[in-house]
């Protein structure tokens, strides 16, 4: 294991959040780290763990590094048995597109694993291709329901049905709040939610079951209908009554989107009824393969599939094996090239730039004096080889020319068939002259 000090590997304000997502908190990534937490990180069982990102220089780990924690997750006989299904862990399609660009941006080799931990370090930008087992697929050809916006998933219907209608009736009806005239007639009793002291209004007029639902869904999103109204007391009180008459003077009403000014108004219930009927099918999706992102999956209320995914994760973290091999492939596509310093077993990078021996002998003495200076002390940082300006220019030519490897953790090393880098060569490089030598 590598114990040198990292970079922070910035790849600029990136914001992998979807559109549909925007409103709410979404993930903005900023640098790729290279540094591996291990006893700090919280694993996948804690899922606010999921994708709390550092940048590499905040702290410096010192001395030897312990073993995971697992203590937040349930105890075994606690915990849910995953779902039999394949998880296949890939890069989010946008995300990996924003990172290639960078990368084509850059000169700069960028280590494998590093870029395939930046992904895994951010639920959003991790895509699931999730597979029923042989097994599991008798009898379910489409084992889950998923939500077409935003990919929310489940194998349960109803749970995707009630996700929809939450999240995204908003997406086809404008919600406003209106004045109306503070109900009239004898009242003998008014509902009041035990648990707020909320009250909710005689249980007899027709608004009732829609208030009922509304607290429901707002405030106790956790709870079945029945029971909340095991919850809900009857107050025979005139006070109470007349008070409750005073606060209702206001309903919230649904208009759809783009339908006009003569649009009608509808209550809940009916705006529910009608996007069942007009838009919800289009929506809701039966599938036998499921392709979700990270963060989508985790939020499942599906414990099985949540588990089955915090396995397929937590394995990933270990050794990146599935998401390097995506990576490799989707690097190559675009033309990137490869890399693996040291020796043929040494870290793999990743560069946009064409690297190719310097031919001291032919260039002008100048690039050739630099040149050969990184030669002869390889993983030589910046301060030592720029003294002057001027050595800046032909270092800048040399690097984006590929005739000098310019890693992220700030040093340089000449091109050959395995390029110098990590702690070993600074090691043996610091044994052979206590003070390092600078390009004069």
């Known amino acids: 294991m590598e114990t040198e000090d990292r970079p922070v590997l910035d790849l600029g304000a990136i914001d992998f959040t979807p559109d549909w997502a925007k409103r709410d908190a979404g993930v903005s990534v900023g640098h790729v780290k290279s540094e591996r937490e291990t006893p700090e990180r919280k ?32 105890r075994e006989a606690e915990r849910p ?42 639920p959003s930008s991790v895509l699931l291709k999730i597979t029923p087992r042989e097994e599991a697929k008798t009898g379910a050809e489409k084992m889950f329901r998923q939500c077409k916006a935003c990919g929310f998933a ?29 109900p009239k007639g004898n009242f003998n009793c008014v509902a009041k939610c035990g ?15 829609g208030v009922v ?11 079945t209908e029945e029971q909340y109204r095991s919850h809900i007391e009857m107050v025979r009180d005139a006070d109470a009554i007349e008070e409750w008459r005073k606060t209702a003077v206001k309903k919230t009403v649904f208009v759809a989107k783009g339908a006009g000014e003569d649009a009608p108004q509808l209550t809940r ?67 990137l090239h490869f890399f693996r310093a040291n020796d043929a077993r040494g870290p793999e990078f990743v560069t946009s730039a064409d690297l190719k021996e310097f031919d001291a002998a032919h ?9 050969t200076f990184i030669a002869e002390h390889p993983c030589s940082p910046r301060i030592d080889i720029v003294t002057e300006p001027e050595i ?30 990590g702690p070993q060569w600074q090691k043996r490089k610091e044994a052979k002259d206590e003070a390092p030598a600078q390009l004069a």
Request: proline content about 7%; charged content about 30%.
């Open 195 to 209: 648990l707020s002291g909320v009250l909710l209004g005689p249980p007899n007029i027709h608004e009732f079951n």
């Open 392 to 421: 800046e220019k032909h270092l800048v030519w040399l690097v984006s020319t590929g005739h000098v490897v310019a890693f992220t953790n700030g040093v340089y090393s000449a091109v050959e068939k395995y390029p110098k880098y």
């Open 81 to 122: 048995k995953p779902l039999d299904v394949d998880v296949k862990i890939l890069p989010e399609t946008k995300a990996l597109g924003t990172i290639i660009r960078k990368l084509q941006q850059d000169f700069h080799a960028y280590k494998l694993k590093d870029l395939a931990y930046f992904f895994l370090d951010n």
């Open 269 to 335: 219930e009916q705006a529910e009824a009608e996007f069942r009927r007009n838009i919800m099918p289009a929506m809701l999706e039966a599938t036998k393969n499921l392709m979700i992102t990270a963060e989508m999956a985790l939020k499942s209320p599906v414990k099985p599939l949540v588990w089955a995914v915090r396995d397929a994760l937590e394995a990933e973290r270990r050794a990146p094996y599935n998401m390097c091999f995506a990576l490799r492939g989707a690097f190559h596509h675009r033309k």
């Open 154 to 182: 489940s194998t349960n219907e109803d749970d995707v049905v009630q996700h929809i209608l939450t999240a995204h009736i908003g997406d086809y009806y404008e919600i406003k709040e209106i004045d109306c005239e503070p």
């Open 363 to 371: 260039a002008i003495p100048e690039l050739a004096k630099v040149a």
């Open 213 to 223: 639902r509304e607290m429901i869904r707002t405030r106790y999103p956790n709870m």
């Open 43 to 74: 694993s996948f069982g804690d899922r606010k763990g999921f994708g709390e990102r550092r940048p590499f220089g905040d702290a410096k780990k010192k001395g030897p590094q312990g073993p995971r924690s697992f203590d937040r997750r349930p």
